[in-house]
């Protein structure tokens, strides 16, 4: 009996260490795709942010030449600094982070210059300036921006003030330059394209959802619960893809806010602001519907064809929506696939379903909703809509009772 034991154990082992191997070598073989598909998104990423690099080398340039040239600063280093900080800064918060430099900048040298008047120089002075001219940034309710500048400027005061007592006013004018110059450039000489930028950001996240409602679709068909549960685990690292959309009408938004070239896509800019937010409802949606995909096929619940079509048919809806969007046509055919989804999930629902499909069912309307009223519809005729597509089908009677004897 031991020995038996002994050899199972051993061919335990070696089926682990063969299924460890393998997976080794199924990982060696996909690195050459997986390094050409990262390659190519690192490019995609590029081309969406092209104009930044421009705009950080004018920026830079101009700054320099005000403070060195103009105004004869003689270190005017941190002006091309400031400039290329508020340039590459996140989009949506150029004129925050521009603000918050300067005032961090400027209490900086307040602090400083009063408390070495009070205090004098030292180490122990140096690190009390700046632990309370931190103090009073963080009474200010400023973000990390303002508490570096803040604390950096009190350093320098701290400890180069009674080398150099004139250091306080270039500094603060670098600070001004570099942020005036920064938000010249990206408001007025280079502003991005705010709708251009926000298509950039909807389409990845579109076709995303779009690959993700395939598999599930795929899975329900099969029966494929462990598909299924990978579906689930990719729709779970879709939040990144919703923040950059977000970012992208914030940014888009700043653009057209402030840069007088763009005010004239103010309005389209609001309807796609609008549809975004539509969009991002309807991606919780499908997640949500996703999950319950798994416990249809956990639960062992009746699958009829239309279900998986249904999701398909959603799946096409939002790549329609992608490829509209970016020829800027009207949103005709991604109407058509969503009232096709939700007549599908209809007919679904009319052949039987258990618990959880039901609610797939009801995800499928409710996201159908939302891509609707992202294509520009309203929330009654959105609602209206669905209800007819969904109408088109009704659960089946139930059967007559048996004759009494």
């Not at 949506?92 to 400027?106: D, F, K």
Request: charged residues 20%.
């Amino acid at each position: 009996m031991a020995a038996a034991r002994k050899n199972a154990a051993g061919e335990e082992k070696q089926s682990q260490l063969a299924a460890t191997v393998d997976r080794v070598r199924r990982g060696v073989r996909a690195l050459p795709a997986r390094g050409l598909r990262e390659g190519r998104q690192r490019l995609r990423h590029l081309r969406g942010r092209s104009i930044i690099p421009v705009q950080a080398g004018v920026a830079a340039a101009l700054a320099w030449l005000l403070a060195d040239d103009v105004l004869r600063n003689p270190d005017p280093v941190f002006a091309p600094a400031v400039a290329v900080g508020t340039i590459v800064s996140a989009l949506g918060q150029r004129l925050r982070r521009t603000i918050e430099t300067v005032v961090g900048v400027a209490v900086g040298i307040a602090a400083g210059d009063l408390l070495v008047a009070l205090l004098g120089a030292g180490p122990w002075q140096t690190g009390l300036i700046v632990a309370l001219a931190v103090v009073v940034a963080i009474l200010l309710r400023g973000s990390s921006t303002l508490l570096v500048q803040t604390g950096g400027t009190a350093v320098l005061i701290a400890t180069l003030t009674p080398a150099n007592p004139e250091i306080g006013l270039p500094r603060f004018l670098n600070a001004l330059i570099g942020g005036l110059v920064g938000l010249t450039v990206v408001l007025v000489l280079l502003p991005l394209n705010p709708l251009r930028l926000v298509q950039r950001a909807v389409g990845p996240a579109l076709e995303r959802l779009a690959a993700l409602l395939d598999r599930s679709a795929a899975a329900l068909a099969s029966h494929d619960l462990d598909r299924a549960r990978a579906a689930l685990d990719q729709v779970r690292d879709f939040d990144p893809r919703l923040t950059q959309l977000q970012e992208a009408l914030q940014a888009a938004n700043e653009v057209v806010t402030l840069a007088p070239r763009r005010w004239s896509n103010r309005h389209v800019l609001a309807e796609l602001t609008d549809g975004g937010d539509h969009i991002e409802r309807a991606a919780r949606n499908c997640r949500a519907m996703l999950r319950r995909v798994v416990s249809v096929l956990e639960d062992d619940e009746p699958v009829p064809d239309r279900l998986p079509t249904a999701l398909r048919q959603l799946a096409a809806a939002l790549q329609a929506m992608h490829r509209e969007l970016d020829r800027g046509r009207e949103f005709a055919e991604t109407r058509e696939r969503v009232q096709r989804a939700v007549s599908e999930a209809g007919e679904a629902y009319a052949l039987g379903l258990g618990y959880s499909g039901n609610v797939v069912v009801a995800q499928v309307r409710t996201a159908g909703s939302d891509l609707l009223r992202a294509t520009g519809i309203g929330r009654r005729d959105a609602n209206r809509t669905v209800r007819r597509a969904a109408g088109r089908s009704r659960p089946p009677s139930p059967p007559p009772a048996p004759p009494r004897p």
